[in-house]
């Protein structure tokens, strides 16, 4: 059953009106940029809007911090494209929010361990195995400060882009209603083909 998560947030949390907004203007579009330090966590995201903040509707991606795949473009993944796409979407579109998850580096567990899962992939495991092999979950993201922040934003309901089912579970469960999936289409290539394929088959993303 849902919960309403705004009841929730810890003591201490910075109220969307003590937030500074500032102009960020980049080569993927022109940004309003708010940052968040999660009193629970300690970790410190940041949120890229497009446009007035819409209570209902508007488009949202919860993108989590992948060093490697977007900063760095690393192809063993789709991070970076993904990140990308959605900004691009955002000023395409009538506008939306980016929220940037720190602490979700890895799905979760860190750089450390997500390349000690790679150098296990490079033996032959697959991303979830390998996960599971160093004594990890399949996936250890916690969506509690995306929820956060959302409810102090005033967010209601989005248009999630997304593939993965999961994110979209993690928002209606804290409260917020998941209008419709936006679908992020990246094209493979040799070095992630069998990552994506293992996220579309053990793991239930939508990737066609
Ligand atoms: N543990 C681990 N994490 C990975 C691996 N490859 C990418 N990641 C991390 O996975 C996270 C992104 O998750 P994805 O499954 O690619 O995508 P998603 O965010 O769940 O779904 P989308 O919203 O469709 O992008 C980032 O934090 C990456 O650092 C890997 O092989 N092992
Ligand atoms: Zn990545």
Redesign the pocket.
Known sequence: MAVNHCEKIPLGTQGATDWEVVHLPSPLGDFQARAFRSPSTGSEHLVLSVGPLKVRGGLL??????L??DVFRSL????GP?LEGALALLSREDGGIVIYMRG????G?GLV??LR??AL?EAGVD?ID??LQLGHAEDERDYADALDILCLLGVQSVRL????P??RDALVQGGIEVEELVP?RIEANPHNER?LET?RRR?G?YLG
Do not use: V, W
Not at 61 to 66: A, D, K, V, Y
């Open positions: 991606r919860i993108h989590s911090e992948c490697t795949g063993r993944c789709d991070c993904q979700h580096e890895g799905r567990i361990e997500k899962a790679y992939q991303t390998a996960n882009i997304t593939n993965n999961q994110k992020l990552y996220k793991m993303h």
